[in-house]
């Protein structure tokens, strides 16, 4: 579950982080006057999506195709960013309304954008130095790894591409915690010295305490500053809560943003069932996460594109199956759908009533390929051939894929 920056910082407060004064707004009026409880001379104003790469990110209506395109990939383009440092409040005004309603474009949100629907009005500081840390489960390991580098603002990637050296790591026995000595290693790895390595050690301590009774999949600060007088703070704050510990935090119910998920992914979670969306052509629904990924791999390898991943599980009944068709057919760039299926703990027949149910309810109009093996499969394969509905059968993988992908070019 992910959240905005304003919401993080809430976290990390509770945890003992020192944060700046900040207000989230969402209307212009709103923002003016969280600039002007906030007091000072210069405020920032901060686009609220789940997406980073927001100061470099630029707003559709803003700017040329080509400057999208840029933001899209990552890079600074012509024109301000979702991140703007004002020193009025008119200013405040000004950026406010350029922000809210409009989509943002960055590296993360592709080049659809996202829409601005609220803002975060922080205080300024001045700003000696920017660094990047990440806490994060190294599964490998099986700990929890702090990570900082030197090269804060920029994009992590990145850095761990062309700079590995640059990343300096600490892995954490969850036993003991990250003990002081380890926080001073990652100070020193930063090149701090005096004051700011006895600052950098409270905050990393507190953010690590913020990771685990926040119970945070992911807790990133980029960029983590130092201030003129040696202070240690975190910028930014990118949250995702590990979705298998929800139970134990009701009150992450309020940080849900609806405005800002996938709907068919909301749609999917509501039915138990496993669906990300992707950018291709071609639906797929398929029982089992390795299956799914091949699946996808042999579209691709046939010339086309998966239109998402779809995991129904391994006891899905007629009513999963119908709700995952509806959540397929109801995006518009799906041309074609593709049923591959291993029955074991599922059976076969089960899905071909189900995948006929769902023919019928939803009036498909796209081509569909299903392929089944496994446990009752002669009975699901005479289920669909004597069903008289236009079902394209599909005795393998390789055959599946290329039907699908023949009956989407139209062959």
């Known amino acids: 579950m992910k959240i905005h920056e304003f919401q993080g910082k809430e976290v990390l407060r509770k945890h003992g982080v020192p944060t700046l004064r900040g207000v989230a707004a969402h209307t212009v009026e709103g923002a003016v006057a969280a600039a002007q409880s906030i007091g000072g001379s ?7 999506v789940h997406a980073g790469g927001r100061g470099k990110g630029r707003f559709i209506g803003d700017v040329d195709d080509a400057a999208l395109d840029l933001a899209a990939a990552g890079h600074d383009a012509p024109g301000k960013g979702g991140v703007r440092v004002v020193k009025s409040i008119e200013d405040v005004r000004l950026a406010a309304k350029a922000m809210l309603g409009q989509r943002l474009v960055t590296k993360q949100t592709g080049r659809e954008g996202a829409v601005v629907h609220k803002l975060f009005i922080e205080e300024g500081c001045q700003i000696s130095k920017e660094y990047y840390l990440a806490i994060l489960l190294d599964r490998g390991a099986g700990k929890i790894v702090v990570m900082v580098s030197k090269e804060g603002g920029t994009e992590i990637e990145e850095v761990a591409a062309n700079r590995p050296d640059a990343i300096v790591k600490e892995w954490v026995d969850p036993l003991t915690g990250l003990g002081s000595w380890q926080a001073r ?34 807790l990133e600060v980029n960029p983590l500053i130092l201030t003129a007088d040696e202070q240690v703070l975190p910028l930014d704050a990118k949250i995702t809560f590990d979705d298998n510990a929800l139970f134990r935090h009701p009150e992450y119910e309020a940080y849900a943003d609806p405005a800002e998920e996938d709907p ?99 009036g498909l109009k796209v081509p569909l390929v299903v392929r089944l093996e496994g446990t009752n499969v002669e009975l699901g394969k005479k289920i669909i051939a004597e069903s008289g509905l236009h079902v394209i059968a599909a005795d393998s993988m390789s055959d599946a894929a290329e039907k699908i992908v023949a009956a989407v070019r139209g062959a």
């Open 42 to 48: 210069v405020w920032v104003v901060k686009s609220q």
């Open 185 to 218: 290693n990652l100070a020193f790895g930063l090149g701090l010295s005096g004051k700011a390595v006895g600052n950098f050690v409270k905050i990393a301590q507190a953010l690590y305490r913020a990771f685990l009774g926040a119970d945070c999949a992911m």
């Open 264 to 362: 068919q992914e909301t749609e999917a979670a509501r039915h138990e069932l496993s669906y990300v969306k992707l950018d291709g052509n071609i639906g797929c629904l398929v029982n089992g996460a390795g299956l799914a990924m091949a699946t996808m791999d042999i579209i691709k390898f046939y010339g086309e594109e998966p239109a998402n991943f779809l995991d129904v599980g391994g006891g899905a009944n007629k009513e999963k199956v119908t709700a995952a068709f509806k959540i397929i057919t109801a995006d518009p760039a799906v041309k074609g759908i593709l049923v591959n299926i291993f029955g074991g703990i599922m059976k076969c027949d089960v899905i071909a009533e189900g995948v006929l149910a769902a023919v019928l309810e939803t």
